[in-house]
């Protein structure tokens, strides 16, 4: 009769399944990578379309823009300076490309040589300009940084005015005194009269309104 013996060895296991190498890790974090840039980059451009929309807004009824050296000047510093502007104004910290892609095709365009350098964007929503420009001077003064941080540049009525013309914008004379004095010349000499008009257009216009009211009132009321 034939022994049949039981095998000695038992069938070889299967090996379990190894661990991810580190090269293996690596691919998939490199593999995920795109994915990340894209959402940081899609939120990066719906940051800067923020911004260009939130400059136009800010154009709408602005009768001056200027740009305001800012580098060198703390976070502190910047917010007592908006504390400082009176309700009709405001301050914007924004990078030159999204200011200079919100003006395009604007008369604020004028404003481009001086897209240059760390600058702030001072919006003027009030025509006595040189109340609105002085709060900056003080601030220069009080902060010692009249050498360092200036004005720019600035657009008023579709003209450039570069660091050396603010005289111009911080003498101009107030409403009332336009009024006054181009009233005055209506009544006067014709080169009294022509003098006068070298005055802001809209104010030229309104005080003739006034005027033309005035007489129809009088001529009423005779």
Aim: glycine share 6%.
């Amino acid at each position: 009769m034939e022994t049949s013996f039981l095998p000695t060895t038992l069938p070889t296991a299967k090996p379990l399944p190894a661990f991810r190498t580190l090269s293996t890790a690596a691919s998939l974090r490199q593999h995920q990578r795109p994915r990340t840039s894209t959402i940081r980059a899609a939120i990066t451009r719906g940051r800067k379309e923020e911004t260009v929309a939130t400059v136009r807004e800010k154009l709408e009824g602005c009768y001056l823009l200027a740009g305001i050296k800012y580098e060198g000047l703390t976070v502190k510093q910047l917010k007592g300076l908006r504390d400082a502007l009176p309700e009709t104004c405001s301050l914007l910290v924004a990078k030159n490309t999204l200011v200079g892609k919100a003006i395009e095709g604007t008369p604020w365009e004028a404003l481009k040589p001086c897209m240059k350098g760390m600058n702030a964007w001072l919006f003027v929503h009030t025509e006595e300009v040189p109340t609105a420009l002085k709060p900056y001077r003080a601030f220069q003064k009080e902060e010692r940084v009249e050498e360092t941080n200036d004005f720019v540049g600035a657009v008023f009525e579709g003209k450039f005015y570069g660091p050396g013309d603010f005289k111009a914008l911080e003498t101009m004379p107030s409403r009332a005194e336009v009024y006054a004095k181009l009233l005055g010349a209506l009544q006067g000499p014709a080169t009294s009269l022509v003098t006068t008009l070298q005055a802001p257009s809209r104010d030229v216009v309104a005080v003739l309104s006034a005027y033309v009211r005035k007489l129809e009132e009088e001529a009423g009321s005779a």
